[in-house]
């Protein structure tokens, strides 16, 4: 029996919040609550299957070493990752702050309950309520072995021993010198495990996106080597609520309405889908009613003070310049005039200039290929090797029905994510907020209770994805979990 989830972003949150009286907060990670749910489910899921083991995947993207801004106030020798993940590339003061981070990530009280979970579900129990409604400790009914695959947001985990061990630690697992696997194969399930991020040319090292055949185990360098969604993720997504708070002053943010509003839309907005509407859910806050000019006022010399910052980053203009299309104009070239002109200096950024540039940024989004566009062309998938093709990476749930082959049908499933989800309307213009949960339990063809019903026996899934808007207890209803 295996089951596989992902991208459960942990994060450290405290180093962005604004402390007082009256705290400015936003929590992205998830209560332990539903995962302690989900282990009684599997438990029984387990039984009722006549299962004789458990592999519990968490694909990638657990530890988010991006998302903090102890890359801005923990980090005086300005370090970035923007380096191969291999212990040659990582300088020691690199490797310290990663390893802050990590055990920051860890120390979250939410996070740290959740951690809890999985250890103890590797020392082969589960917490559960009795009769009585008392919490008790129980045996996990079979055996289990926790993997654990590295996504684009904890690439730099791989980076050293020291880091993958600390990891380990916090999982539960032994330490050992060996790196994380890349990539997952489960043979009597017959499926496949990625994180997801090779089916995606911004967060990965490498461009797949051909209609070349994807080898089952792509080299190791291009999983160590950077992305250009690095970039985004820490010097656009994490610095902007740090340099927004650096400029407007924290007394400022706290007792002024809109910019206190402003500031919580700043840290959520790693939780939108797509990221390219950033623009248009900063300026149209349908929720509450400020004035538009007054907003971008807020904004607009945040951003000025980002230019002036990263105007000359190499890393920025080497992956632009890979980006570009030449003789076809697009957003990339727009972004390139307005670094090489420099144009906010003379006449500050016009907000209609930064909307053009969305809404270029946002065309391009019907353009990008579908995760299941790539699975389709897994050499695993082409010679009949799997059924399953099991990734996350894009937060958005899916099964789609990729091919057929003599074993039966052959499907891409999207682990989705646990976290936060800002969904927007097709006009890009309105916002919402949901929490989300994904999961999916492959069975190999001795556990599918239906297998006396079938032609032949073969490895069978059940997939279980919800969304809510309602909080905390009810959240752990979602999905049957």
């Not at 309950?113 to 009585?132: C, H, M, P, S």
């Not at 999982?171 to 994380?180: H, V």
């Not at 839309?265 to 538009?292: I, K, T, W």
């Amino acid at each position: 029996m295996l089951v596989v989830l992902s991208d459960l972003h942990f994060v450290e949150e405290e180093s962005r919040y604004i402390k007082g009286t009256d705290p400015l907060e936003y929590s992205h990670n998830l209560s332990a609550r539903p995962f302690q749910r989900l282990m009684i489910r599997l438990a029984d899921e387990a039984v009722r299957n006549s299962a004789d083991h458990l592999d519990f995947v968490l694909a990638g993207d657990i530890f988010d070493l991006h998302r903090t801004a102890m890359w801005f106030t923990d980090n005086p020798t300005g370090e970035r990752p923007y380096v191969a993940a291999t212990p040659d590339a990582v300088n020691a003061e690199l490797e310290a702050l990663l390893l802050r981070i990590v055990d920051a990530i860890a120390a979250q009280p939410m996070v740290a309950e959740t951690l809890a979970v999985f250890r103890l579900l590797i020392n082969g129990r589960y917490l559960t309520k009795d009769e009585n409604g008392k919490e008790v400790e129980r045996p996990f009914p079979v055996s289990v072995t926790l993997h654990h695959i590295l996504g684009n947001h904890d690439r730099m985990g791989n980076a050293t021993p020291a880091i993958r061990n600390a990891i380990r630690g916090h999982l539960g697992l032994s330490a050992s010198p060996e790196p994380f696997e890349r990539v997952l194969i489960f043979e009597r399930e017959q499926t496949l495990v990625r994180h997801g991020q090779e089916y995606d040319k911004y967060n990965f090292a490498s461009d797949h996106s051909r209609g070349k055949p994807i080898a089952t185990h792509l080299p190791d360098k291009e999983y160590a080597d950077p992305a250009f969604g690095d970039f985004i993720t820490i010097d656009v997504a994490s610095r902007l609520p740090y340099e927004f708070r650096q400029y407007h002053g924290e007394d400022k943010v706290s007792s002024d309405p809109m910019l206190c509003h402003l500031y919580k839309r700043l840290l959520g907005f790693d939780d939108l889908r797509p990221m390219g509407a950033m623009f248009n859910y900063f300026m149209y806050m349908s929720d509450v009613q400020f004035n538009e000019k007054a907003v971008w006022g807020a904004i607009e010399p945040v951003l000025v003070r980002m230019l002036d910052s990263l105007h000359n980053h190499h890393y920025l203009h080497s992956w632009l310049k890979k980006y570009d299309k030449r003789w076809q104009p697009d957003a990339v070239d727009a972004v390139q005039l307005l670094l090489k002109t420099k144009a906010w200096r003379m006449n500050g950024l016009p907000m209609g200039a930064i909307q053009m540039i969305s809404d270029a940024s946002l065309e391009e989004t019907h353009n990008i290929m579908g995760a299941e566009t790539y699975a389709v062309r897994e050499e695993g998938v082409t010679n009949g090797r799997f059924r399953f093709v099991v990734a996350g990476h894009t937060h958005n749930p899916k099964v789609s029905l990729v091919a057929h082959g003599d074993a039966g049908e052959i499907y891409f499933v999207d682990t989705g994510t646990w976290r936060n989800r800002i969904p927007v309307t097709p006009d890009f213009k309105a916002f919402g907020q949901l929490k989300t949960l994904s999961y999916v339990t492959i069975y190999g063809d001795q556990e599918n209770l239906a297998k006396s019903v079938l032609p032949l026996r073969t490895a069978s899934f059940d997939y279980w994805s919800g969304m809510t808007e309602r909080w905390d207890e009810e959240l752990s209803a979602v999905s049957g979990i």
